[in-house]
């Protein structure tokens, strides 16, 4: 089951080495010291296996993870918990037709990106702050030179692409060639599509793969299509939109009668279950 992936702050920190707790149930050892993130991330998947034990749905012996990582018995049973709680209408066509005139560009047929970029892979187990303080001190030093020999797999973005990147591509300076959207994976795709920015992006961005340093060196627009082509898919990000609001709010509320410890889930801007 994977709702969010994770979402790594600009201030990322090392928690305290301390034991964060769940109605009692730890969510680390002592001896792990892990992001504010990846901590949110196990106390909200924790809220919800209980939930789905408190409700019939897992039985009351599965095994708390001890390493982020739940049962396929947990995991389905929060599926199957999330999908009688969270009971949404289809948004209407009058609310497609408002988001759809709001964002063009996200629906526009054919849009290409030429990118290159620096991949710092998430592996298990990682210091996950060590892996974004490279991300930024690369993606710093690459922004400073931004321009001067955009293209040349000799400049300072080939040359962090050749010696940093965890993608093969880093062989040929991070170059992925001109992609669609389809040729990406979702969260990736959300960043480069539907936007005008040309260079070196202001920010890391985030995949199920790591954390990416990119450069845009060209686009192609594609072309506008009518409401009713994409009426589908404008209905199913807003539908995602309202499912991740309705999320958010159940685990605030599984947090408000929870005994949570060692974990702040206010600072959480979107629920990070996996």
């Known amino acids: ?12 920190r090392a928690a305290p080495a301390r034991v964060a707790r769940i109605n009692g149930v730890a969510l680390n050892t002592a001896s792990q010291i892990l992001a504010p993130e990846e901590l949110r991330q196990r106390a909200c998947t924790e809220l919800l296996r209980q939930a789905a034990i408190r409700d019939g749905l897992l039985d009351a012996n599965d095994t708390a993870p001890s390493d982020g990582v739940i049962s396929e ?19 209407s066509l009058e609310a497609c037709q408002r988001h759809f005139a709001a964002h063009p560009a996200r629906y526009r047929s054919g849009e290409r990106v030429r990118v290159r970029h620096v991949l ?13 303080n490279r991300a930024e001190a690369c993606l710093l030093d690459v922004r400073c030179h931004d321009g001067k020999v955009r293209g040349n797999v000799d400049d300072g973005f080939g040359r ?3 010696e940093l990147s ?7 300076g991070g ?3 001109w992609l669609a959207a389809t040729d990406c994976a979702p969260e990736f795709a959300r960043e ?6 040309v260079g070196v992006l202001p920010r890391l961005v985030h995949s199920r793969f790591g954390l990416h340093v990119v450069e845009v060196l060209g686009r192609e627009g594609g072309v ?4 009713e082509a994409v009426r589908g898919a404008v209905a199913m990000a807003l539908h995602q939109q309202t499912y991740v609001t309705a999320l958010r709010q159940c685990l605030q509320l599984l947090a408000g009668q929870a005994v949570v410890e060692g974990v702040d889930l206010d600072a959480a801007d979107t629920p990070l279950v996996q």
């Open 120 to 132: 710092f892979a998430v592996t298990p187990g990682m210091d996950v702050v060590a892996l974004r």
């Open 224 to 227: 506008a299509q009518p409401f």
């Open 160 to 162: 962090a692409a050749r």
């Open 73 to 91: 018995a947990a995991s389905e049973a929060i599926d199957a918990w999330l999908a009688s709680e969270l009971q949404l209408p289809d948004p």
């Open 166 to 172: 965890n993608c093969p591509s880093g062989e040929q």
């Open 192 to 197: 480069l599509f539907g936007h005008v920015e």
């Open 175 to 177: 170059e992925l060639g």
């Open 1 to 12: 089951m994977q709702i969010e992936s994770i979402d790594f702050s600009a201030a990322v």
